[in-house]
Nanobody, 121 residues
Framework: QVQLVESGGGLVQPGGSLRLSCAAS????????MGWYRQAPGKQRELVAV???????NYADSVKGRFTISRDNAKNTVYLQMNSLKPEDTAVYYC???????????????WGQGTQVTVSS
């Protein structure tokens, strides 16, 4: 099994910045894609940004130029630097990983518990 633990959420004023972190742990054999999704009240969960282990990043249009995703493969950790935050960025942010645990021949989707980001004055 793979566990994901997020940190770094909180309350920030419009125009401010936050950095989210997500560390994967457990019986990890390999992790390919890692990323972030978010869900605002009354809305469906949506992709924010993803980063494959060796490929190019992908961002939602609404965050391009403001958010930056990165990862440290040695630490199985993914980061989301969020700048120029807007009230519409308010949501629960979920860490995501697609990977395989030891003893399994299959890869699965894994999710963190979510961290609240609130952008408000």
């Amino acid at each position: 099994q793979v566990q994901l633990v997020e940190s770094g959420g909180g309350l920030v004023q419009p125009g401010g910045s936050l950095r989210l972190s997500c560390a994967a742990s457990g019986s990890i054999f390999s992790i390919s894609t890692m990323g972030w999704y978010r869900q605002a009240p009354g809305k469906q969960r949506e992709l924010v940004a993803v980063i494959p282990s060796g490929g190019s990043t992908n961002y939602a249009d609404s965050v391009k130029g403001r958010f930056t995703i990165s990862r440290d493969n040695a630490k199985n950790t993914v980061y989301l630097q969020m700048n120029s935050l807007k009230p519409e960025d308010t949501a629960v942010y979920y860490c995501y990983a697609y990977g395989r645990s030891w003893g399994s021949n299959l890869s699965y989707d894994y999710w963190g518990q979510g961290t609240q980001v609130t952008v408000s004055s």
